[in-house]
């Protein structure tokens, strides 16, 4: 029995040696600061991973977290931050689905997506409390619904865009407006673009919140993941690669970044990030490698250099609460921290410098 203990303190060792190994490399990184928002006491097993699939802040005090815990089934996972996302609750959990999206129109009344890949069903649930409680607001097919990660945003308290769903009333009604799907980003109430088909390269423009389109980009050896806008001409798009445009589209140029990038946010029109990242097979133990890394421009994404890197995280989402303090989380290896469990975001209130 003793030669079991002993064994068993030997393999903890081990364990815990190269946990911490992989660990501080990522705290050597004293821009970032990492903050553990998960410390439910999960069953160990090595077929949990946490999966974060979108950001929103209310203000700079209120935000949330939306995603996944994969654990033999998918449970959807919500976290609440009311401190700016320093510390961090779970707010709602539902078993067999997979958090997509969240926004909010109002302070209280907001939108979270989650989605059933058992029944092939899209779900958005409601608050009308500020994140308090939840009811299912729809339930939707995902012949005619789809709502990839991150894919909601806000125009204003009236106009809202959540996959290929608009709302002009706050939420009240949803309209699908077409087969458009993919993340969006929006000037005005009229003009946006928007991914379309996100894996053959294909970017739209509408003049008329999705009444009308044009394609402004078509490459099919692009795949891309996010977009963004950082003024009235200039267009940002990433995936496979960052490609940019000054001209609203007419024409486009490769930046040098060359990793896959999944998020991309603008604090102004010269200083932005880009969350990337990697992800593949699972290893010995069952469990898929992660990796990422968070790159900064400050030359409104003509060029591009590492913020900060990571050897469990690939990087998926950012949010911008002000012009200092930027958010991040992605989907986190966890076969290194099977002595805690933890799950952890990234802040920064330095703009990572």
């Not at 990522?26 to 999966?51: A, F, G, M, Y």
């Amino acid at each position: 029995m003793r030669l079991y203990f002993l064994l068993f303190l030997t393999i903890v060792f081990i364990v815990a040696c190269k946990k911490n190994d992989v660990i501080d490399h990522d705290e050597e990184q004293s821009n970032w600061t990492k903050i553990v928002i998960d410390t439910i006491p999960w069953v160990l097993s090595n077929h949990l991973n946490c999966r974060i699939s979108d950001i929103y802040f209310n203000d700079n005090k209120t935000g949330f977290i939306i995603g996944s815990r994969d654990y033999r089934d998918f449970v959807e996972v919500l976290f609440k931050t009311e401190d700016g996302g320093e510390t961090w609750m779970l707010n709602k959990i539902g078993g067999g689905d997979l958090g997509k999206a969240i926004l909010f129109a109002t302070q209280t009344n907001g939108f979270s997506v989650r989605h059933n890949p058992m029944t092939e069903n899209t779900i958005i649930d409601e608050t009308n409390d500020g994140g308090t409680n939840w009811f299912e607001y729809g339930i939707y097919d995902d012949h005619d619904v789809y709502v990839p990660s991150g894919s909601a945003f806000r125009i204003d308290a009236l106009n809202l865009i959540i996959g290929n769903l608009k709302s002009k009333d706050g939420g009240e009604t949803w309209q699908v407006y077409g087969q458009i799907f993919g993340p969006c980003y929006f000037r005005d109430i009229n003009y946006g673009v928007f991914l379309a088909r996100k894996y053959n390269g294909l970017i739209m423009k509408t003049n008329d919140f999705c009444e009308t389109w044009d394609t402004i980009f078509n490459n099919d050896l692009f795949s891309f993941s996010c977009i963004q806008m950082i003024d009235s001409n200039t267009i940002i798009a990433g995936g496979n690669k960052i490609i940019r445009s000054t001209d609203k589209g007419l024409s486009w140029e490769e930046t040098d970044l060359d990793q896959s990038v999944r998020d991309i946010k603008f604090i102004d029109e010269k200083i932005g990030f880009a969350a990337c990242g990697e992800s593949g097979d699972s290893d010995e133990y069952g469990v898929s490698y992660h990796y990422g890394s968070i790159f900064k421009t400050i030359d409104g994404g003509v060029t591009w250099n590492v913020n900060y890197s990571s050897e469990i995280m690939d990087f998926t989402s950012l949010f911008i609460i002000d012009d200092q303090t930027i958010i991040a989380a992605g989907n986190q290896q966890i076969k290194e921290k099977v002595l805690d469990r933890a799950t952890y975001i990234l802040k920064t209130t330095t703009q990572g410098d």
